[in-house]
């Protein structure tokens, strides 16, 4: 009963974190700019403006775009997540969250899980207006299911790089830094135009990243064809990532408040 009870009470205080941070970001216009809306221009602007120009060997760009977007719009949700707890942690918010008879575990998890909330309404929207933009997917029910498993696989492990970026960081401009690191590794991969098209050492360097492996997973699963080894790459990665950032950052944590 104990148990149950301490798990209870931990579920209860990262509801209320999760809460709390919510309405931070629903209240922050720049947030809701940079996150959704620049995601959404991009696509617009790749779609209607490069898409022509660009070979891929699909009939409609869109098709090819769409996973890059998603997966930029996460990276850049989760830069937000790293700011926010950068903040509250140089401003004292979170010291003072720590002397409060809350569950030590829900100070970092109320971050990340408002992440994962904030990031899957993000994606929805620019699913949304990729359909708009003629986006015309063929994968089935099974494909989808295992797309939003690697989706959120990957926002979570984004969402635990954010948290780790931030308790590291000497300052907030310094947690925000990780996201150009994780936005270049997006551009230099299959996101927006193939690899075949890349000089020999780029080409070598973006097809043995982990963007380009799960780009490649969600892109196949969206359009019906089939995955290959990319399913089981990506998974290694994100699920490395994301075991490995949640070590880290516990870890941190801890040195950081003892």
């Known amino acids: 009963m104990e148990k149950v009870s301490s798990m209870k009470s931990q579920f209860n205080d990262t509801k209320v974190m999760i809460g709390r941070s919510m309405r931070l970001s629903f209240r922050s216009l720049d947030t809701m700019i940079t996150t959704i809306a620049m995601p959404i221009m991009i696509m617009f602007v790749f779609v209607y403006v490069f898409g022509g120009a660009i070979e891929t060997g699909y009939e ?5 775009l769409v996973p890059a977007i998603i997966l930029m719009t996460i990276a850049t949700g989760g830069t937000y997540t790293s700011v926010r707890l950068s903040e509250d942690i140089h401003k004292g918010i979170m010291d003072r969250l720590r002397s409060m008879p809350v569950a030590k575990s829900s100070l970092l998890s109320g971050y990340v899980w408002t992440s994962v909330v904030f ?12 359909f708009l933009m003629g986006f015309s997917p063929n994968a089935n029910v099974g494909e989808w299911l295992l797309t939003l498993v690697f989706l959120f696989l990957f926002t979570l492990a984004i969402s635990w790089i954010s948290v780790l970026s931030a308790l590291l960081a000497k300052s907030v401009e310094g947690a925000a830094s990780y996201g150009y690191l994780v936005l270049l590794l997006l551009f230099i991969s299959s996101a927006f135009v193939p690899t075949d098209s890349m000089p020999k050492w780029v080409r ?7 963007m380009t492996s799960i780009l490649e997973a969600i892109r ?3 359009i019906g064809e089939p995955v290959g080894d990319n399913i089981w790459i990506s998974f290694l990665w994100l699920f490395g990532l ?9 870890q941190v944590f801890k040195h950081k408040t003892s």
């Open 60 to 64: 409609n760009y869109v098709n090819y």
């Open 119 to 130: 990031n899957t309404l993000s994606t929805l929207l620019v699913i949304i207006f990729a």
């Open 204 to 210: 070598l360097f973006a097809e043995n990243q982990p």
């Open 220 to 222: 196949n699963l969206l």
């Open 242 to 250: 994301l075991v490995v950032t949640y070590i880290a950052s516990v």
